[in-house]
């Protein structure tokens, strides 16, 4: 049977029992209405699942008792989503999808054709997303939100990563047979533009620092179709589909 499900900071343990707080602790008792004694699984994004008791509810906290510890298999390697700011209803459905499929990290960015702007409030609202989707998919770790990065700090940032995928209307690289030599033992970073795609210039850059440029085939994809199906199909490729214990 599986419970509800709640992320908690690690600092919320304290030998067997887990202190439910905040928005975790306001969706058990205002839209769950749990009760003592109802069962739940914890999170602390250590990638164990806790298997808890419930031993008191409030309106602040609510605190839960350990009554079993699942190791949850994890992937070694990293997969990273970099994407373009886009419009919030287009950013919201790639972030709640991609971490549906398992990314591990989200990271926006500012290119120059970005018709959208981060005003302050997207990590926030991002991260509430991903939160959600989490739950809903069943993970044991959350997937990290980045603020929102210049084009120039993405760059040096993307030089960390030994596999590096940008998808480009205007490539004529099969997406295929580059995907085809993907490794399964190296961190992977996906890199999708905006609305208006990638500037010539900042594709050069981009293949300047490992990037294998390709195209998603003849149609046009917006961004967060793009996004979701680039991540489906890279990491089907490196087995995390085919790995179920």
């Known amino acids: 049977m599986q419970y509800p499900r709640f992320f908690v900071i690690p600092q919320n343990r304290s030998n067997d029992t887990i202190l439910i707080t905040n928005s975790e602790n306001l969706h058990l008792n205002t839209v769950l209405r749990l009760r003592v004694g109802d069962r739940v699984d914890i999170c602390l994004n250590d990638g164990n699942i806790y298997e808890c008791e419930l031993i008191s509810v409030g309106k602040k906290e609510s605190a839960a008792k350990i009554k079993n510890i699942i190791v949850a298999p994890e992937r070694k390697t990293k997969v990273v989503l970099f994407m373009a700011l886009t419009k919030s209803e287009r950013m919201d459905f790639a972030v709640e999808k991609v971490t549906e499929l398992g990314v591990d990290s989200i990271v926006p960015f500012e290119s ?39 084009f120039d700090k993405m760059l040096e940032t993307l030089k960390n990563f030994p596999q ?33 795609g990638f500037d010539a ?15 998603l085939g003849r149609n046009i994809l917006r961004a967060e179709t793009a996004a979701v199906a680039l991540t489906g199909v890279i990491l089907y490729q490196i087995d995390t589909w085919g790995k179920l214990n």
């Open 201 to 215: 210039t900042e594709i050069e850059r981009l293949e300047s620092v490992g990037a294998k440029v390709i195209s």
């Open 112 to 150: 120059k054709f970005c018709t959208a702007k981060d005003k302050g409030n997207k990590h926030e609202r991002l991260g509430r997303i991903a939160l959600s989707a989490s739950k809903q998919a069943g993970r044991v770790r959350l997937p990290e939100i980045s603020e929102t990065l210049a």
């Open 164 to 196: 590096l995928i940008v998808a480009y209307e205007k490539s004529t690289k099969c997406a295929k047979d580059v995907l085809a030599t993907l490794s399964s033992a190296c961190d992977t970073a996906i890199v999708i533009g905006s609305e208006g």
